[in-house]
């Protein structure tokens, strides 16, 4: 068994909230008025009539009925269907930075540490705001931490990925704490014109302390890290530096996030099942004596056909799998760790199992007990 703890987690999340009903209003205006001006285009048969959205499709097809995000008026606003941010200021705070140091200061404080305390930062995101200088040290940089700092990405698996460097970090000797922090700004890499895309994401960020021998109350001993990858096309997003050097030029909407549900439900939700359950039985626990599962927030059929094949029952109980996908909406790599942070109030020698996955495929596992 190892010494290496998840010592603390804080989270943060924006104060805008849209609900599916507002989320449907607007987008079905978008629809009528696209309609109606393209009503001759769509007779001739030169594009295709936009089919409204509803509350109940969304509900249905995802299990969300909320989300927070940087800004509503802009997603909201018919003429827009997009958030309001702004470029850069060298120097000012990006808004990944300040989403990261909200939440780093409520995993410290959960973990009973102070920044000098932090050998390491790192940064694992979906969306990133920029290629470089890392947002890592940025965050090292205004936390005052000393010591070394990168990010990575690894899609929604990014968190679990993160966790799993930072146990390796520790368990080389080349630190004792590390503050791994996942900023997930997804909104702007949204297409809400997109009836089957326009309402998967929501805004939030996830900060968790890894630490050797950790004293904290709500301290887990991490037991066992398993992880897996397989190329996919299927959740995809091309945006990036090349696309102003292409000469095959792409409209914005082609260029942003991208994904065959079908075919990620098909592929994802065995492959997470089947490591999962390889993972516990390698590590001779039965399935039934996990407390919880923390999966990553992706899409309720999801969740629950995973736990499902886990534990070998059709009976889904929300008290052993949370789903705080109904709130925040699928949250990118951030969703198990915020699952995580909300519902962990578990007993002594209790055992979990977090786990993200997403594009790439990626898979990550990680069993907890409760010290």
């Known amino acids: 068994m190892s010494d290496i703890h998840i010592a603390g987690t804080g989270i943060w999340y924006p104060e805008d ?6 989320l449907v209003e607007s987008y079905n205006n978008y629809v009528k008025r696209f309609n109606i001006d393209n009503n001759q285009k769509i007779n001739s048969g030169d594009i295709s009539r936009m089919e409204e959205s509803s509350v109940e499709f969304i509900e249905k097809a995802s299990g969300i009925k909320s989300r927070h995000v940087i800004d509503k ?24 930075a300040q989403a990261g140091i909200n939440a780093a200061i409520k995993a410290m404080n959960q973990a009973d540490i102070t920044s000098d305390q932090i050998d390491a930062v790192i940064v694992g995101t979906s969306h990133s705001v920029r290629n470089y200088p890392a947002l890592a040290i940025e ?5 005052d931490i000393t010591g070394y700092a990168y990010d990575m990405l690894v899609g929604c698996s990014s968190t679990t990925f993160a966790i799993n460097n930072a146990y390796s970090d520790i368990a080389s000797g080349l630190a004792k704490t590390i503050l791994v ?7 702007p890499a949204v297409n809400f014109t997109h009836r089957d895309k326009h ?20 301290s887990f001993k991490i037991v066992d890290r398993k992880l897996l990858t397989q190329f996919s096309n299927n959740i995809r997003s091309n945006y ?27 592929d994802v939700c065995p492959l997470v099942a089947t490591l999962i359950s390889d993972q516990l039985k390698a590590n001779n626990i039965p399935a039934n004596e996990i407390s919880k599962f923390w999966l990553h927030q ?6 629950r056909l995973i736990t499902s094949k886990i534990l070998g029952t059709d009976d889904f109980d929300q008290n052993i799998t949370p789903m705080p996908i109904k709130e925040f909406g699928n949250l990118a790599s951030a969703g198990s760790m915020f699952a ?12 979990g199992v977090i786990c993200s996955f997403g594009a790439g495929y990626s898979i990550c596992s990680i069993i907890v007990e409760k010290t």
């Open 17 to 22: 909230k849209i609900s599916n009903l507002e």
């Open 73 to 96: 008026d802009g997603i909201l606003d018919i003429d827009r269907m997009m958030p309001k941010v702004v470029n850069e200021d060298h120097n000012k705070l990006s808004i990944h």
């Open 139 to 143: 965050i090292q940089k205004e936390l």
């Open 181 to 187: 922090i996942n900023p997930e700004i997804s909104t």
């Open 199 to 218: 309402f998967i994401f929501g805004d939030g960020c996830v900060a968790t302390i890894i630490q050797k021998n950790s004293n904290s109350a709500k």
């Open 240 to 266: 990036g530096y090349l696309n102003r050097a292409a000469t095959d030029h792409k409209n914005d909407n082609e260029l942003l996030f991208h994904q065959n549900g079908r075919g990620v439900f098909k």
């Open 298 to 303: 992706a899409n309720g059929k999801m969740i």
């Open 340 to 351: 995580f942070n909300l519902y962990n109030d578990l007993n002594k020698g209790d055992k």
